[in-house]
């Protein structure tokens, strides 16, 4: 039965690709993957090199990354223990946008699967992420929420205000 349940969540959340991305969408993906890839490959400050991609997120969603890469387990007693671009604990290597849902509004949601792994393994299966975009007041798209479709689905931005309202 929860297998069932599970199969039935991911299949209501996924939108159904109804066509290729806008290309100002795909641009603003990918640029987002070069950076993770660079700022991964270097070992940055994620703190301070997240600030630096602040354009690609809602301010909502920016303010929350923010706030939940600063929490200390020592400090704090909680803090983002995974990576939000690919759902893992391990190096993205790059992403696909796989294709984008009809746009409603000012909103569009694109498939993306994430290449992410060990170091010097390949073959690992793709991770699903659906992201959320909103076209903002100068018709740039911004992120405001992903999805993570892979075990256990769930949405990044409850989890961040979970995370960063929870006492230790």
Do not use: H
Request: overall charge positive; proline content about 6%.
């Amino acid at each position: 039965m929860l297998p069932l349940l599970a199969t039935s969540l991911i299949a209501m959340t996924v939108p159904a690709a109804d066509g290729p991305c806008p290309q100002s969408v795909i641009d603003q993906l990918n640029g987002l993957y070069r950076w993770q890839v660079q700022q991964m490959d270097q070992r940055m400050d994620q703190v301070k090199s997240l600030s630096t991609q602040r354009q690609r997120f809602s301010p909502s969603l920016f303010e929350l990354l923010m706030e939940a890469r600063q929490l200390r387990p020592s400090r704090d007693g909680r803090y983002l223990d995974f990576d939000v671009f690919s759902n893992t604990q391990v190096s993205t290597f790059g992403a696909t946008v796989i294709g984008c849902s009809a746009e409603i509004g000012n909103s569009i949601k694109a498939a993306v699967d994430v290449q992410a792994g060990l170091r010097g393994r390949s073959g690992e299966p793709p991770r699903k992420l659906l992201y959320e975009l909103n076209k903002d007041s100068t018709g740039s798209w911004r992120i405001s929420d992903i999805t993570y479709l892979n075990e256990q689905v769930f949405q990044l931005k409850p989890f961040l205000q979970k995370l960063i309202k929870s006492m230790p």
